[in-house]
């Protein structure tokens, strides 16, 4: 092996070293945005219960008052017809 053949494979060895350094480093980043992503998740899960349970209480809410509407319509109507 020549001197020119020791560098190259020299330069190589760096090269494939500073790839592997930069891989550990995606890899790393790409932990911490899994890591992120996850964490996401979970409150998105978490606010999309909760406006689950408003969307369901605003729904009972609107029945409760269409209920005491027809409640109080009707506590007028039927003593002014029986009263005729």
């Given at each position: 092996?020549?001197?020119?053949d020791?560098?190259?494979?020299?330069?190589i060895?760096?090269?494939?070293?500073?790839?592997?350094h930069?891989l550990?480093e995606q890899?790393q980043?790409?932990?911490?945005?899994?890591t992120?992503l996850?964490?996401l998740?979970t409150?998105?899960?978490?606010y999309?219960?909760?406006l689950?349970?408003?969307?369901?209480?605003?729904?009972?809410?609107v029945n409760?008052?269409?209920g005491?509407?027809?409640?109080?319509?009707?506590?007028?109507?039927i003593p002014?017809v029986?009263?005729r």
């Amino acid at each position: 092996m020549t001197n020119n053949d020791n560098i190259r494979l020299e330069q190589i060895s760096e090269d494939l070293e500073a790839q592997r350094h930069s891989l550990n480093e995606q890899g790393q980043r790409l932990d911490r945005i899994e890591t992120i992503l996850t964490n996401l998740v979970t409150e998105i899960k978490i606010y999309d219960s909760k406006l689950d349970t408003y969307q369901k209480a605003s729904q009972q809410i609107v029945n409760i008052a269409f209920g005491l509407l027809a409640t109080s319509a009707l506590a007028i109507i039927i003593p002014a017809v029986l009263n005729r």
